[in-house]
């Protein structure tokens, strides 16, 4: 969800402003998902790397991240959407992982859309502490070997198919560290929008796109069905 900082500085407003706008478009985006039938949906709102943001603007998005716990848990629950969130939480505050905690233990049994926020999240991180995990539950793996199978069950998002779509706003054209092993066989799509400007024409152009695709996984053209 890139370019929350650029649409503010566009019309001459600070930082937070933007922020504040993309926290409307999260809810958007996660309304037009229930709605079109999408079943799951993860957000990057803030990397391993994003710690290196000024002080104030750090202070800024983890108020934000309280206040969207606070305020949209009880809509998210309503509309029978489980939330999940990955990434380390060590750095977070108490109040913070609290408030993860109960969110998704109270959304645990519900069955439509799965929602995952990714904060303070790297796909570096995600398959170092995979790998540590599984060694640790599985130490005679040091010495007979392993193999994928072996280590997706540890990747902190192993509740989930792998990604069909990667869409990335504000005009970049990279990852950037996100959820690098499940994008292995994911669509790409960039977008110049900014973040705030991301509406649901934009996601539907989007997955639109992505159903013109060819999806091979190693096959011909001639065994493979539309991916919608």
Known sequence: MDGNGRWAKKRLLPRIAGHKQGVETVREAV??????????????????????????????????????????????????????????????????????????????GNTGLTLTIAAD?????????????????RPELLASGYGEDDLAPYLAMAYAPEPDLFIRTG????????????LAYTELYFTDLFWPDFDRA?????????????????????????PC
């Open 171 to 182: 005009g970049e054209a990279r990852v950037s560290n996100f959820l690098l092993w499940q």
């Open 121 to 137: 999240y790297g796909g570096r991180w995600d398959i170092l502490q995979a790998t540590q995990a599984m060694l640790i539950a």
């Open 31 to 108: 309304k037009a998902c229930s709605e079109l039938g999408v079943r799951y949906l993860t957000l990057f709102a803030f990397s391993s790397e994003n710690w290196r943001r000024p002080e104030e603007e750090v202070s800024f998005l983890m108020g934000l991240f309280i206040a969207a716990l606070e305020r949209e848990i009880d809509k998210l629950d309503r509309n029978d959407i489980r939330l999940r969130l990955v990434g380390r939480r060590d750095r977070f505050s108490p109040q913070i992982v609290s408030l993860i905690e109960a969110a998704e233990a109270r959304t645990a």
């Open 202 to 226: 934009a996601l539907e152009a989007a997955i639109a796109s992505y159903c013109q695709r060819e999806r091979r996984f190693g096959r011909t053209s001639e065994q493979l069905s539309s």
